[in-house]
């Protein structure tokens, strides 16, 4: 029903960094825990960072230290500041939020991925060259 919109994508070389930016005209995400997953070709989706209603903040073990999640006032843009940037972070970026009915926690999105009723963007491409 609700489609967001990532921004922020582009080419950078190892170690650059990009920000990666999501929301929708007049949306407000009421998520309990809102975030973001990617995928690389020939791979499955993957969750990334996530960040909850009061701003707890959940990492992949392969972004912790360069990677940080934020979330705008009012809640209507999510953000992802992406430093030290690596190869191995090819892949298209997607922001998630899962319906509020499903009471959906970071823990659980970056375990066992997103509910079927969850809310999504088309994606942003993120390419790091070697």
């Known amino acids: 029903q609700v489609e967001l919109v990532e921004s922020g994508g582009g080419s950078v070389q190892a170690g650059g960094s990009l920000r990666l930016s999501c929301g929708a005209p007049?949306?407000?995400?009421?998520?309990?825990?809102i975030g973001w997953f990617r995928q690389a070709a020939g791979k499955e989706r993957e969750g990334v960072a996530f960040?909850?209603?009061?701003?707890?903040?959940t990492y992949a073990d392969s972004v912790k230290g360069r990677f940080t999640i934020a979330q705008g006032s009012g809640r209507q843009t999510l953000y992802l500041k992406m430093s030290n940037l690596k190869p191995e972070d090819t892949a298209i970026y997607y922001c998630?939020?899962?319906?509020?009915?499903?009471?959906?926690?970071?823990?659980?999105?970056?375990?066992?991925?997103?509910?079927?009723?969850?809310?999504w963007g088309q994606g942003t491409q993120v390419t790091v060259s070697s």
């Open positions: 960040i909850d209603e009061r701003g707890s903040a």
């Open positions: 998630a939020a899962p319906a509020r009915s499903l009471w959906t926690a970071c823990d659980d999105l970056l375990r066992r991925g997103p509910p079927d009723q969850t809310y």
């Open positions: 007049g949306y407000t995400f009421s998520s309990v825990c």
